[in-house]
């Protein structure tokens, strides 16, 4: 039998979402029937939910995700390194890059949230979803530990689940500095992990060309030590090695390293002969050497005699008028000082004596020698402890050194060492019974004291006028005159 409904849509507050199609007889069409028959069609006819969520119009949640690459992750005992950043994207947001001591990690951001730290070289995917056909726009939010990441691919509308965002690093490189203190001489060379050669030639603060990347070993070492004269040893001070994590500087300290033994041999010796007066000094003009007779013995005279470079005795220059009391060299011009006489002249090949320089003032003896300063390019006599100086280019006269404890030590005092003086690399240099004393020219301090071993231990020899410096070592001849030696000492000066 057809039976007429009436139905009803209605929301069932119960079930949310769900809608409830209720339908009743119409009652036109008799309910009595209904009542009576129609009670298992009435049941099936119940209502129903039907899921609005199967609506097939409704758009797709999406992930974005990709690959972080290149970053460098210490192994375990490689000296050291930092934190990377090897966070896990479940404790991402707990280590803060702004947070006082906590490592640095990479912080990407999707849509300017949504904060994810992968893990270094590793896939990763954001944890919100977005809806297909959303913007989505990947950056990095901080930067890793010693690394410098950038996004490709990192944005457009997702239209599938994206998996290509490209996130690649680099590691920063920093650069290796040495602050060279106390750097006198030329010559020194620097390394850097055993290669990258660095020429320093003067104080301060110089940088290898070679950068080092974050989370590499540097090692400074010193390949040469300068080369000029007087020397120095110059040593990286620790830490000279590490890891580096940032611009990086090594302290290198420089200290004069000359006459710092106890005592010295000689290493080259030569015979001499003199004319009978005392052997007043050697000097070396780059090619040969020459020393003068002073013309202290009966009727001698003053003379100045050529040794070349192996020390054969070669021609002889008389000195006319004679009396000398001191020669050095400038370059290869010879220069000596005659007893009573306030000029430093010139000497010829041939012996023959010209003006010179004009000492505007009288040195403290009439018998004192002179020595040349090169490096304040000066003139200086010592008489008992007192230094006096002149500029080289016009001869005036400069204040007048003190040798702080000059005469304390042994025989200083006797005529002869107390009248002497030579110059070597910015220093005086004395001599008495076989001490070797280098002073400061400018405090007067005494510097250093060393042995010249086979010296004269007395005075007694007058071996403190052939005090000498030339090419390289200071020399002491072993007699006052005639036959002997001269006796060639390097003390690194």
Known sequence: MNKSHLCVLSLVAASVGSLV???SSDPDTGGAEDAGGGGNEAGADAAKPVDAGKDSTAPQELTIGGQVRGMFVPTVGDGGAPDAGDASAADAGDASAGDAG??????????????????PNAAFTFAKK????????????????????AVAKGSGTATANVTDVDVACTRNEFSVKVDVQGLKRPGLVLQNNAANDLTVNAAGTSSFTTKVKWGDAYAVTVKTQPTARPLQTCTADAPSSGIVTQDTTVVVKCVDSFANAASYAADKTFASTGAGGTIIGLVWDGTNYYHGDCCGGTGAPAQIQLFDAAFAAGMIYPVTPGDLRGLFTKGTQIYIRRAG???VEKLSNT???????????????????VAYDAVGDQIISQVSGTLSRWNFADGIAKTAVTLTGYGTGANET???????????????LTFAASTLSVWDLTTGARVISTQLTGASATSGTFTGPSLSYANGRVWVRDTRSGAGNWLGYDVGL
């Open 414 to 428: 006797d005529f002869g060492n107390n009248i002497w003086v030579t110059s070597a690399g910015g220093y005086a």
């Open 351 to 369: 012996g023959v004596v010209s003006t010179g320089v004009v000492l505007a003032t009288a040195p403290g003896n009439a018998d004192a020698n």
């Open 130 to 149: 977005v809806l297909g056909g959303s913007a989505y726009a990947v950056t990095v939010k901080s930067q890793p530990e010693g690394h410098t990441c």
């Open 102 to 119: 906590a490592p640095k990690v990479l912080t990407l951001q999707n849509n300017g949230g949504d904060d994810l730290s992968p893990r």
């Open 21 to 23: 199609v209720a339908c």
């Open 341 to 343: 006489v306030n000029e």
